[in-house]
Structures are given as C-alpha cells and as structure tokens.
C-alpha cells in the first residue's frame, strides 16, 4: 500500500501563484509515474499534468505556459508551480502516482485526498 498527502492549496487572487506538493509514502519499490488532476465543483476530474519517472511530462492546454510540474524522485514527490492563475483553476486538486509496491509485480493506481485552490479576488 501507499499513501499520498498533498499541501499547498489556499486562496489566492488572478494572477497570483501557488505551489502544491505531494509526498509518497509506504512499501513502495518505484514509481512510475505522478501527477495532478483537479475537479472544478459540478463538473469532472480532468488531467492537469504529468510526469514520468524518466521526467517526460504532459500538460492540459489549458495550463500550458503558466503550471510546471516537476519530481523529486529521491524524496517520492511532486510539485506543480501554478502561475498566472483564473477564477477558472478552482477546483479540488488531486495528487495521483502509479506505484509498483514492494514485493509483488505490478503497479497500481493512488490518489491523495485533494487540496482545494480557489482563484478568487
């Protein structure tokens, strides 16, 4: 089993920044892969950004330009610097990491709990 605990979230007004975390924690052998997606309220989670364990990294159009997502693998984190934030970035941000687990074979799919930004004046 692994856990996910994310931080970071707040308030914050257009424009502004915001840098969230997310630690990996448990038996875990590798990861192959973390990143974030988010849920406005009323509508679905849609992808945010991604990272591969060899530091391929995908984004939502959206966000291209203004989030960066990055790892600290040594640490089993993610980060994802959030610039130039909308009204339209609130949601509940979810942290996600595909992990093979110490002492079986294949990886499987965790979720934090979610963090709530919410871009606002």
């Known amino acids: 089993q692994a856990q996910l605990m994310e931080s970071g979230g707040g308030l914050v007004q257009p424009g502004g920044s915001l840098r969230l975390s997310c630690v990996a924690s448990g038996r875990i052998a590798s990861i192959q892969g973390m990143g974030w997606h988010r849920q406005p309220a009323g509508h679905q989670r849609e992808l945010v950004a991604g990272?591969?364990?060899?530091?391929?990294?995908n984004y939502a159009d959206s966000v291209k330009g203004r989030f960066t997502i990055s790892t600290d693998n040594a640490k089993n984190t993610t980060y994802l610097q959030m610039n130039n934030l909308k009204p339209e970035d609130t949601a509940v941000y979810y942290c996600?990491?595909?992990?093979?687990?110490?002492?079986?074979?294949?990886?499987?799919?965790?979720w934090g709990q979610g963090t709530q930004v919410t871009v606002s004046s």
């Open positions: 990272i591969t364990s060899e530091g391929t990294t």
């Open positions: 996600f990491a595909i992990v093979q687990n110490s002492g079986v074979p294949w990886a499987s799919a965790y």
